[in-house]
């Protein structure tokens, strides 16, 4: 944990020629919070009416230019683009100099904008707060959101600082000083498995899979493959940040395919693969897409088979032609791994509501999807066929023997034993 004694250095980042009285209450609420703020003005036009600990032209050296050039760059598209690779890289810098300790942004959409560069300059476990005024909204790409950002809605923030404005701001100000002061950073002190995997009611192999790693030496991350878990977990791969990943759950590519919002971005089922990492991949819910359930079915799905998990989820299978697009587009993914791969295809059932008796069984589907991908999978792939239901035993048992050669052969680091 974090020295509670220490004060820790937040960076706020804003337009202090438009945004200052907003910035510097900020300010003032995480020194009495505890924190030290280091203003960073990513203003364009004008100097703020204070002092900031970083200006804009400190920006814009960042960026290798000039406030000038940025200002004349030709619209305010390229003029906050410009900002944020300064704001990213001046952040980064100053990190990477032990003078970071969160950050914490405030914008609209195009605050925003340059925010979401700068949260995803900075690794896992650095506090990141973003105040804005389209939080949580559908024009956030998920490839562009860090794994652990946290976001606020700038309610009444628009414009001028009000009780509204005020109430949000302070809640934010004193979240990031609290997280920076009793965050636990990942200690990296053993190999990480990165897994991937659904609710236990649809997916169980994780119940088995992580006791038995742990034991082995390692820690194990489960991502839960419904959006923004698996944006999370790209995110880590994309960094180098797992010894192994257990890519069990890949229905987000399925999602992503069909259009949905329960996407995490074109790259899913890349970034292991494209650093090298070894991955252990498998079909779990592959047929399926996930929609909204509080959304009538759209057209092309309506006539499917459907099972509503609760009243925010609900899923339906795709036919065969889907599933065989499904099986060619993973396998495209999967050729392009510089890393060892192995695919198991478990022929018994790939989610527990595929089964007997359960709303998405169809034994004919299934079928047609287990012979896409043996037509599918390149030779470069080891594939692993099991006459078994992914749920089962015999999964997770194929999947520790593959993990367990590659260790043996050194593909994967040994395992550390937990500390005392």
């Known amino acids: 944990m974090s020295d509670e004694s220490k004060v820790p250095n937040i960076l706020v980042f804003g337009t202090g020629d438009t945004k200052a009285d907003e910035l510097q209450f900020m300010a003032e609420v995480i020194r009495t919070a505890g924190g ?47 900002m944020a690779k300064g704001a990213a890289t001046l952040t980064r810098r100053l990190f990477d100099d032990g003078r970071v300790d969160g950050v914490i942004l405030l914008g609209g959409s195009m605050g925003t904008d340059l925010a979401l560069d700068v949260a995803a300059c900075l690794p896992l476990g650095v506090p990141k707060f973003v105040v804005s005024t389209i939080a949580f909204s559908h024009l956030i790409p998920p490839e562009r959101i860090a794994p ?45 498995i990165g897994m991937t995997s659904l609710g236990s009611s649809c997916l169980k192999y994780m119940k088995h899979l992580q006791p038995a790693l742990e034991k082995r030496g390692y820690d194990v991350a489960v991502f839960h493959a419904t959006g923004m878990g698996g944006r999370a977990f790209e995110a880590i791969a994309a960094e180098g940040g797992f010894a192994a990943v257990f890519d069990f759950c890949t229905q987000e590519v399925n999602n992503h395919l069909n259009g949905t919002c329960v996407t995490s ?156």
């Open 36 to 82: 030290r703020p280091v203003l960073v003005d990513v203003s364009v036009l004008a100097d703020p009416p204070y002092q900031p600990d970083f200006s804009r032209h400190d920006i814009a050296a960042a960026a290798e230019t000039t406030i000038e050039a940025i200002a004349t760059s030709g619209d305010e598209y390229s003029a906050m683009a410009l």
């Open 148 to 192: 652990d950002l946290m976001m606020i809605l700038w309610a009444g923030g628009l414009h001028g600082l009000n009780p509204i404005c005020k109430s949000v701001l302070s809640q934010a100000c004193g979240a990031v000083v609290g997280a920076a002061r009793f965050n636990v950073r990942p200690a990296g002190d053993r190999p990480l």
């Open 265 to 420: 971005g074109p790259d899913r089922l890349e970034n292991a693969g494209r650093h090298g990492i070894p991955q252990i991949v498998a079909p779990g819910g592959l047929d399926m897409v996930d929609l909204q359930a509080w959304r009538d079915l759209p057209a092309p799905l309506a006539d499917r088979p459907y099972h509503a998990h609760n009243r925010l989820l609900g899923s339906v299978t795709t036919d065969n032609d889907g599933r065989r697009d499904i099986a060619r587009v993973v396998a495209e993914k999967l050729a392009a791994a510089t890393g060892e791969t192995a695919f198991i295809l478990p022929a018994g059932g790939i989610q527990e509501w595929d089964k007997t008796e359960e709303p998405l069984h169809d034994p004919d589907g299934l079928a047609a999807l287990v012979e896409a991908f043996r037509s599918a999978l390149p030779a470069s792939i080891a594939l692993h066929e099991i006459d078994a239901h992914i749920n089962d035993a015999a999964f997770s048992a194929k999947a520790l023997e593959i993990f367990d050669g590659w260790v043996a052969r050194g593909v994967v680091p040994g395992g550390k034993a937990q500390a005392a």
